[in-house]
């Protein structure tokens, strides 16, 4: 499965989630955030409108069929317009993605349409991965896609992070849209212990940003490195936490 099938609303669980040993914290703020953003996730069922979808697809060159499912736990236009105006605009030449679907089929092609960059993928789930490699092919599109499992967050943040191993400095773009809010609502906070490897000017993309729990990871950041900007972009069904680094 990949994310052109239609999904449930809630993402899936993985094994590695066995692994997070949650103390009494992790499960208070699972559930409080929980209760909360139940009208949240039911909004972003809805992925965007079909016109948004068909203007994305045009202005990349991609067939109308190739994105037939958006929302609940994947992209939605919005995103993926924010995506593909970066790339487009910017001209990354490396660009990190953590929670691989859509987002991937995107960079790629606006990648592709710039005639350089390098695009890495990580998701934790291997089929997804595979799956996701043979649906990008029948675009005529190829990416580094890595299925890697989650270990516990680095840097005293709480829950899993992608155990991704070394990586490139000089990161121009940065798309965040995993591990899942269900392993621990705060958990995304972990792509800061990569914050060094952001080139100047180089802008990270934080997927659901409207979300309470993301909506502490923003401050968080905030305060963490001032010499990045951050701002929550409440557009679409899930907004996005953008930052960029100045210095």
Partial sequence: MTSRESTQLLPRAHADEAHFEREWQDWAALLGIGAVQWPWLLRS??????????RLLDRLGLPLDALPNLGSWKADTSLLHKIADRILDAKPQLVVEFGAGASTLI???????????RLISFDQHEDFVIATRRWLGEHGLSTDMRS??????PDRWRG?????????DNIDLMLIDGPCWTIHPFGRGAAASLFDKISVGGMVMLDDGARPGERIVRRRWAKMFPNFDFELVSDGTKGTVIGVRRA
């Fill in 45 to 54: 069922l809805r992925g965007g409108s079909k016109a948004e979808k068909k």
């Fill in 148 to 153: 890697v499992s989650l270990v516990p967050s």
């Fill in 160 to 168: 899993l992070w992608y155990d991704h191993g070394p990586l490139p």
């Fill in 107 to 117: 960079a790629a092609r606006a990648l592709q349409i710039n005639g350089s960059g």
